[in-house]
């Protein structure tokens, strides 16, 4: 029984999809212009996350996960004037930086990944079908959205229209019938990227769309008008999930746009959100050079994702020490089993994805472990690997866990260098040249590399 809040009912619910052979969920994803921080990685991990748990459930077939690339935006063409770069160099770049550094946390990678640019058709025909319905009007060279023809609008964010306005802190343009209405299409400047709009919309030029309308129409087109899962951090509440909702409504007879709406909470540093704006971001492009992805992944894990999670060194640091103990059970045994998850870490995970919860699940299953013996023991830490691995944990190889360095310090000696070396002590004490093989044994010592001689040679790992 998988349960999630829903922020737009503002309660847990039984999930529930339209079709249990087609579950389809969408998450908005970067504009790729510079570098993600690790509080946008938060709501890329929670919906991995859940991913994972819809694709236990009804099979790995049967889940369609899209998340976007932004490609086209203001600030895209701005970082395209200041740097000489072409937009597409510029997009490409940051949206191939984006999948590598995900793909360290161990985030799969979603079914579909659409970008604004491959979908200008959909989104000039969304635009066509509200102008006709009567929910959109051209004004100088824009088409905006009639907030005030959409009755729901508001229901998600809560707030009500004097507070919304208030919180967008929009200048009102001229051109628009009500300070409310937003922006589906707006002009583009000779030297900026555009499309020819429809004669029908009687604005002409060259334009270019808004960012809402980018998200309904390529939902619309790679997923289907109704969606089972929508996500996203909550500052995207309002305005950008509250404007997918109208547009998307108003352009299919009123059918909602998604079954269950999940928004993340924000990742701090002190009392702050992390955010570019504030300059308080830590960038997972460095922190993935002093620590393993896993470690990231865990810590991001280890509150539940609705509440918010203060960023620190010392948060990095116990995820660290937590991982280390489950490994070191994995790495005393000397073979593995495949078995299911245990059911307890199942049902915390499906309770609106109660990772705590399901952590404190992961060590009790490790301390039953510590407690047995031979093949008992083998078949007990084969659950906790399972338990883990739908979390996406243990993904490593335990001996490679612990071989693990940071960038900085593996400069001086790497897995190569020390592979070679031990090679040569082998080579040595073949020989019986005890005086080399003692020697090389030092040495490595001296990096903090511990060897332990076992009956298939000498194995390694880092002390
Ligand atoms: P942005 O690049 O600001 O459009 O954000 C991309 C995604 O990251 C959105 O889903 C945001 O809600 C989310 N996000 C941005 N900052 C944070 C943060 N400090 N904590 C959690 N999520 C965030
Ligand atoms: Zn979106």
Redesign the pocket.
Known sequence: MLQLYDSLARETRLFVPGDENRVTMY??G??VYNH??I??F??AVVFDLLFRLLRRRYGDAHVVYARNFTDIDDKIIKASKETGEPITAITAKYARIYDEELAAFNCLPPSLKPTATGHIAEMISLTTRLIELGFAYAAEGHVLFSVGKFSDYGRLSGADADERLAGARVEVAPYKRDAADFVLWKPSKDDEPGWESPPSWKIGGRGRPGWHLECSAMIEKVLGATIDIHG?????KFPHHENEIAQSACAHQGAPLARYWLH?????MGAD????SLGNVALPRDLLKKHHGETLRFALLSAHYRQPLEWTDALIEQSKKQLDKFYRLFADLDHSESVECPESVILSLEDDMNTPEAIAGLHELRDIAMQLDGAPRVRAAARLKAAGALMGFFAEDAKDWFKWTPLSESAGLSSDAIEALLAERAAARKAKDFATSDRIRDDLAAHGIVIEDGPNGATWRRG
């Not at 996203?232 to 995207?236: A, E, I, K």
């Not at 993340?264 to 701090?268: A, D, R, V």
């Not at 959100?273 to 570019?276: H, L, N, T």
């Open positions: 998450v908005c970067p504009t993600a921080h509080g946008n938060r709501a996203g951090g909550q500052d995207l993340n909470g924000f990742l701090k959100k992390m955010s570019k």
